[in-house]
């Protein structure tokens, strides 16, 4: 199951009071402070850890505490520094603010860490105090406080390939043909019912190119408003290099022209931002075209219509599902500035 958005309070660890104590030995009469210092408290990071690809584990736990840091003790011993709390979220996550709405951080890839709430340093032991004028200090610092936060976490996807279109596109379809990843498919609207991840290999030299892809469910018009599955999946294609739209030839639900301008209106009412990302067009389900000719005619209908080449596809028999990751790969090639 995936789960995109979380909200967690978490709290570092107070620092450790420092100590006052005082040497207790034979034949030593006046002994002098040893008290020692406190041990730091432990910091709460999250870490973008590869292999997490869900919020998953914040939805039964939403306290999440670092270790607090060891009073100081008799003998100059320090306190126990407190452990870090390290919390692992999936490459992608957007960290805010939940208080002010602030974007704190954008863990974009992994590994990378963000200390959300910095431990309280540990207090001096009186030991810290003495001096020649003051050789019996009877006083220590407390540690410092605990941090505490509430954070909200949201999930976009990173994926080279964002597959969109409008429901039974077939963009899940497609999805499981050209990698490993096994989406629902079924012959009714809004069967994905969340984003889904899949490699695509290309043959190459001396490895496999390789393509994240990521089928986005199904977006009707209004999306941009919150009809349908609305806003919620939309954020996950922010991510992406490129966009592939599949347009099908033969849809109960409108000709193919429309409903590319109904997906195309409903990126720009979301964000212009994702509206201008570089786009492939495919036609696809050609194969329920019966001749030659009329796939040809088709093609060429809507290619005129919009002015724009478009791929025509079938994923059921594989008709141009080499020639659409050959195009995404050059695009996302280029993006990347990589052969």
Known sequence: MLIDQAVIFVRSGKGGDGAVSFRREKFVPKGGPDGGDGGNG??????????????????????????????????????????????????????????????????????????????????????????????????????????????????????????????????????????????????????????????????????????????????????????????????????????VHLVECDSVEGDPVHNYRVIRQELAGYSPELASKREIVALSKMDLLGTNADRQAAVQMVEEELGLPVVALSAASGEGVTALLEQCWQQVSSLKGTP
């Open 42 to 243: 432990g910091d709460v990071m999250l870490v973008a850890t590869a292999g997490v690809d869900t919020l998953l584990d914040f939805t039964g736990r939403h306290h999440w505490f670092a270790e607090e840091g060891g009073a100081g003790a008799h003998k100059q011993q320090h306190g126990k520094n407190g452990e870090h709390l390290i919390i692992k979220v999936p490459p992608g996550t957007l960290v805010y603010n939940d208080t002010t709405g602030e974007l704190i951080a954008d863990l974009d890839s992994a590994n990378k860490t963000l200390v959300a709430a910095k431990g309280g340093r540990g207090g001096f032991g009186n030991e810290h105090f003495k001096s020649a004028t003051h050789q019996t200090p009877r006083t220590a610092s407390p540690g410092e406080p605990a941090v505490e936060l509430t954070l909200r976490l949201e999930l976009k996807m990173i994926a080279d390939v964002g597959l969109i279109g409008m429901p039974n596109a077939g963009k899940s379809t497609l999805l499981s043909v050209v990698t490993r990843a096994r989406p629902k498919i079924a012959n009714y609207p809004f069967t994905t019912l969340e984003p889904n991840l899949g490699i695509a290999e290309l043959p190459g030299e001396p490895l496999p190119r390789r393509l994240i892809l990521a089928d986005i469910p199904g977006l009707i018009e209004g999306a941009s408003e919150g009809h349908g599955l609305g806003t919620e999946f939309l954020r996950h294609v922010e991510r992406t290099s490129v966009l």
